[in-house]
């Protein structure tokens, strides 16, 4: 099992910045590819990003690419989203999520989730 808290989530102008965490416990952390993934209301939960097991390799929905940047600290059994420049496009709940496919882009290739932190976005 693996357990998996984000933090980081708040209100925010558009054009601003926030830092979402997740934080793991249980199964060695390096063993699990981590991606992050978001829902806002009335729509399907949606790839954001994912990075590999030792962070050498990301991949980014197009919608975010060059805006958010994946990171993990495997010392730290801690992963980060930056969201720079934000847009009210991104308002939704985020939730990262502990897999073992690289490419992986759909809920249903993640084992394990988190409780997901809203990030609200206004315009």
């Known amino acids: 099992q693996v357990q998996l808290v984000e933090s980081g989530g708040g209100l925010v102008q558009a054009g601003g910045s926030l830092r979402l965490s997740c934080a793991a416990s249980?199964?060695?952390?390096?063993?699990?590819?981590m991606g992050w993934f978001r829902q806002a209301p009335g729509k399907e939960r949606e790839f954001v990003s994912a990075?590999?097991?030792?962070?050498?390799?990301?991949y980014y929905a197009d919608s975010v690419k060059g805006r958010f940047t994946n990171s993990r600290d495997n010392a730290k059994n801690t992963v980060y989203l930056q969201m720079n420049s934000l847009k009210a496009d991104d308002t939704a709940v985020y939730y990262c999520?502990?897999?073992?496919?690289?490419?992986?882009?759909?809920?249903?290739?993640?084992?394990?989730w988190g409780q997901g932190t809203q990030v609200t976005v206004s315009s």
């Open positions: 249980g199964r060695p952390f390096s063993s699990y590819v």
């Open positions: 999520a502990a897999g073992k496919t690289l490419v992986a882009r759909h809920p249903y290739e993640y084992d394990y």
């Open positions: 990075i590999s097991w030792r962070g050498g390799t990301t």
